[in-house]
């Protein structure tokens, strides 16, 4: 039965350890492991305590957390040291971030180091470089599939290569995001090869089954994420002779973390990420960490308390690395990755503003903000310790994942609405420019999400072929809207590559067979650097996007009340098609920004006054912060022109900033 890892035990432990550390070396590992470690084993034992091998589990997992705390470089604890200090750092409004592939950005490692100049020059300080571990050749998810999570694909470079890339980086002052794909592996990792050879210690990494009795009753509550080209949850395995859970693609087989292994393994293979440089480990698909029959298998408790030991370990090892919990669920789920019912983040301090992202996207296809203000009225606060990556677009699709509540509240059905929604976005709705792709269409249950590049999706694309002047101007001005309400709304903005330069559709991906069944390949571009060179062209696409966002990016930075310190208030305009809040800096009164965009395609009034009712917002005279226009208020009324956002102060007559 269970027994307690006692301190004696530990400091077995330690002692083992001790011909190659003294103990003076570790004693601030020393300190935090006493500081969380009643944590660390009670979720343990939670998780764990009924099994026979728990104990030596733990141990083991505090032999690894040693181990990887001796590892870690000794510029990377003074960076924890430093955030532990300033612990509510990357609530600032100083940060900036990209997504981007690395191959589809600048080759390989090397060259994406060779473009951080550009990034540089655009305003840029943290990077999310999507996957490059090992993953096999043909399909893999974009790397999703991973064949060894410790070493980095060669066709990207070397793990030398990343350190490399990590340290120019910090000279840069710019962070570094990496993912870890805790939920699977590919069917050709280590792990898989050996349960396939019949090694029962692997076989127990997996869920695996002989016949179909276990899978057909999983298969009766778990939706189906990949319908077109995965169908189902379970894959057969010849060579194994049984069917392995495959939430994902047929190759993805998903980890069993009902074994402490799994998670003791994922543990340190996260620390190992750290230890390369990572400031920011990107958590993939953790809303199915845990499998239950009779449920979805999505957002279960057991996946919560994983992601709380995983945070914990992390506190231990490398205090000043934060977890991104990528968790595309229901608005009132994906809050629950900060941790519930806390203050400071328990699991993740940083989670995908999914929610916010959807509704972006509606209010761009409705031309109005009902749902948008509606969905964020209900989104809970976040916790104080924590905040949002908002994004527009990202490698993965659009999915739906409002509230249905909300929908009707806002005066719709939510099955037509929805519907209307791929319909406007994948341009089959008759005026719609946009130019998507229907994703994980799903016939039995009606459900389907949309990719596409973010200039095919508001018409830039369709604009430029018609070369109509007047709609290549409003999609311009929708891409800078959308940029503008990420980059103000509080929380981290994650720009997508090539978006920068109003990058469209690539249509290449439907001649690779590993590829073409996966619309999402459509905006998984290759940059062309050619295009980018334009952003110097007075006039061009590219100048205008690149210089717009150039310009919001650097006035984000020197607004204080844009910090994420809960300090946005959402207002109810009277007019449907504008969307309005207040950002207030924490501190000072003085400094408010009241943030509005009209969604809408005709100039709308706004009654100032009226709508700030509370001192801010009087003088009668304002400026927007991003263009610098000071525009005119015809008795406190403010024309917003269409498709467009203002960051406004208030300004009292003839002052100026
Ligand atoms: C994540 O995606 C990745 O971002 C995808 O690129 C991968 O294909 C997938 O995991 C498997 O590794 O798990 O919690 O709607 O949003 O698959 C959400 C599809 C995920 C994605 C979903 C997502």
Request: glycine share 8%; aromatic share 10%; net charge negative.
């Amino acid at each position: 039965m269970y027994e307690q890892v006692s301190h004696a035990q530990l400091n077995a432990i330690l002692d083992r350890l001790s011909p190659e550390v003294s103990r003076a070396d570790i004693r601030h590992f020393y300190t935090r492991l006493g500081a969380n470690f009643y944590g660390i084993h009670t979720l343990f034992n939670h998780l764990y305590g009924q099994r026979p091998d728990a104990a030596e589990r733990l141990g083991d997992l505090v032999e690894r957390l040693a181990r990887a705390y001796m590892d870690r470089p000794e510029e990377l604890r003074y960076r924890d040291m430093a955030r532990e200090r300033d612990h509510n750092w990357f609530l600032s409004q100083d940060l900036a971030g990209m997504a981007l592939y690395c191959d589809g950005f600048a080759g390989d490692l090397a060259g994406l180091e060779a473009c951080l100049p550009y990034l540089s020059e655009l305003g840029i300080n943290l990077i999310h470089v999507m996957p490059i571990l090992a993953c096999p050749p043909g399909a893999s998810d974009g790397g999703y599939a991973v064949s060894d999570f410790r070493d980095i694909d060669p066709r990207a470079g070397t793990l030398a290569g990343l350190r490399q890339l990590a340290a120019s980086l910090r000279k840069r002052d710019m962070l570094l995001t990496l993912d870890v794909v805790v939920n699977h592996t590919s069917d050709q990792h280590e792990w898989a090869q050996r349960a396939r050879a019949g090694d029962q210690d692997y076989q127990a990494f997996y869920y695996l089954f002989d016949d179909r009795e276990m899978p057909d009753l999983y298969e009766e509550t778990m939706p189906e994420i990949f319908p077109e080209t995965a169908p189902g949850n379970f894959t057969w395995d010849p060579t194994l002779g049984k069917w392995a859970m495959t939430v994902f693609n047929d190759y993805q087989w998903d980890l069993n973390y009902g074994n402490p292994r799994v998670l003791v393994e994922m543990i340190d293979i996260i620390l190992f990420w750290a230890n390369q440089g990572a400031d920011v480990v990107r958590l993939d698909a953790v809303a199915f960490l845990w499998k239950k029959i009779g449920t979805q298998c999505q957002n279960e408790r057991e996946a919560h308390l994983i992601l709380q030991l995983m945070k914990d370990c992390c506190q231990v090892v490398a205090p000043g690395v934060l977890f991104i919990a990528e968790a595309i669920v229901a608005p009132l789920e994906i809050i629950k990755y900060f941790g519930e019912d806390a203050i400071m983040a328990k699991e993740c301090e940083i989670a995908y503003n999914a929610t916010f992202m959807a509704l972006l996207w509606d209010a761009t296809a409705t031309k109005n903000a009902k749902l948008l203000r509606r969905g964020i009225q209900n989104l809970p606060a976040k916790l104080d310790r924590a905040t949002w990556l908002n994004y527009i677009r990202c490698h993965d699709d659009i999915g739906l994942g409002f509230d249905d509540n909300d929908i009707r509240a806002s005066g719709y059905e939510p099955g037509p609405h929805r519907r209307f929604l791929v319909d406007w976005l994948t341009g089959g709705f008759a005026g719609s420019p946009a130019r998507g792709r229907p994703f994980g269409v799903n016939p039995r249950t009606g459900d389907a999400r949309i990719s596409g590049a973010l200039a095919s999706l508001v018409g830039l694309e369709s604009a430029l072929e018609e070369q109509d002047p007047a709609a290549i101007d409003r999609a311009i001005e929708q891409i800078l809207l959308l940029h503008g309400l990420i980059l103000s709304f509080g929380g981290i903005p994650l720009l997508y590559y090539g978006d920068e330069i109003g990058t469209f559709n690539d249509c290449s991906f439907l001649e690779d067979a590993a590829k073409a069944g996966d619309s999402r390949w459509i905006h998984r571009p290759r940059i062309d650097w050619e295009r980018a060179e334009r952003r110097h062209e007075r006039g061009t696409v590219e100048q205008r996007l690149f210089d717009g966002l150039k310009r919001m990016i650097a006035v984000r930075k020197t607004i204080p009340a844009f910090a994420d310190f809960n300090n946005r208030e959402l207002l109810e305009p009277e007019d449907p098609r504008l969307f309005a809040f207040l950002r207030t800096h924490p501190a000072l009164t003085s400094d408010a920004v009241l943030v509005v965009a009209n969604l809408g395609l005709e100039p709308v009034s706004l009654d100032l006054p009226k709508l700030c009712n509370r001192g801010y917002f009087q003088y009668g005279q304002v400026r927007d912060l991003y263009t610098g226009i000071i525009p005119e208020l015809a008795a406190g009324q403010l024309i917003m022109p269409p498709s467009r956002f203002y960051w406004l102060t208030d300004q009292r007559p003839g002052a100026f900033l």
